[in-house]
């Protein structure tokens, strides 16, 4: 079992799916005319993370996501989408 576990690599997300969500939360959030310090009183988070993730230097739970993406009012999948924010201003 211990051999198993050893050979267990962490997954990082790909480079492109992080600077999607990264640029979404952005976008959404000054859409909003919240401030990053805003935005993590709504979500319980420290400010500094927020900023963290919006630089894409974050690797988000989905928990996380969730809460983000209930405080920007928008879908965990639209965060995730490329071009998020022009397809829902589209609707």
């Given at each position: 079992?211990?051999?198993?576990?050893?050979?267990?690599?962490l997954?990082?997300?790909?480079?492109?799916?992080?600077?999607?969500?990264?640029?979404?939360?952005?976008?959404?959030?000054?859409?909003k005319?919240l401030?990053?310090?805003d935005?993590?009183?709504?979500c319980?988070?420290?400010?500094?993370?927020?900023?963290?993730?919006?630089?894409g230097?974050r690797?988000v739970?989905?928990?996380?996501l969730?809460?983000?993406a209930?405080?920007l009012?928008?879908?965990?999948?639209?965060l995730l989408?490329?071009?998020?924010?022009?397809?829902?201003?589209?609707?």
């Amino acid at each position: 079992m211990a051999e198993e576990t050893s050979k267990i690599r962490l997954r990082k997300p790909s480079s492109k799916m992080t600077q999607i969500l990264a640029g979404n939360i952005r976008n959404y959030r000054k859409i909003k005319g919240l401030s990053q310090e805003d935005l993590a009183d709504r979500c319980g988070l420290h400010r500094t993370y927020i900023g963290s993730v919006e630089r894409g230097e974050r690797n988000v739970t989905l928990s996380t996501l969730e809460v983000v993406a209930a405080a920007l009012g928008v879908s965990v999948p639209t965060l995730l989408t490329e071009k998020g924010v022009e397809n829902e201003l589209e609707k």
